[in-house]
């Protein structure tokens, strides 16, 4: 049975940091992209970051670019996702995704979502 279990989430002051990790169990990604997806309470999950399965190509969402970094370690089946600068409106639930196959296809498997809340 695949699962995604992300953590690092948590309460932050307006431009502080978090590191959210993901690891999968269940089977390997290491060939597959993952990404990382979120969603803010009354609106629609959207993307947030993408990376390929080498780690070699990155993708983001304009609204975090320059401040979020995603990156993997395929001998842990782990992606992590470190934001920066975070802003109020970067509070939502994230969610791991993995494979991801891009940004409107519906990924092959979704984690269960860590808290990020921003405080200004």
């Known amino acids: 049975q695949v699962q995604l279990v992300e953590s690092g989430g948590g309460l932050v002051q307006a431009g502080g940091s978090l590191r959210l990790s993901c690891a999968a169990s269940g089977r390997t990604f290491s060939s597959y992209a993952m990404g990382w997806f979120r969603q803010a309470p009354g609106k629609e999950r959207e993307f947030v970051a993408a990376?390929?399965?080498?780690?070699?190509?990155?993708y983001y969402a304009d609204s975090v670019k320059g401040r979020f970094t995603i990156s993997r370690d395929n001998a842990k089946n782990t992606v992590y996702l470190q934001m920066n600068s975070l802003k109020p409106e970067d509070t939502a639930v994230y969610y791991c995704?993995?494979?991801?196959?891009?940004?409107?296809?519906?990924?092959?498997?979704w984690g269960q979502g860590t808290q990020v809340t921003v405080s200004s």
């Open positions: 990376i390929s399965w080498s780690g070699g190509s990155t």
């Open positions: 995704a993995a494979p991801f196959y891009g940004v409107g296809v519906r990924p092959g498997h």
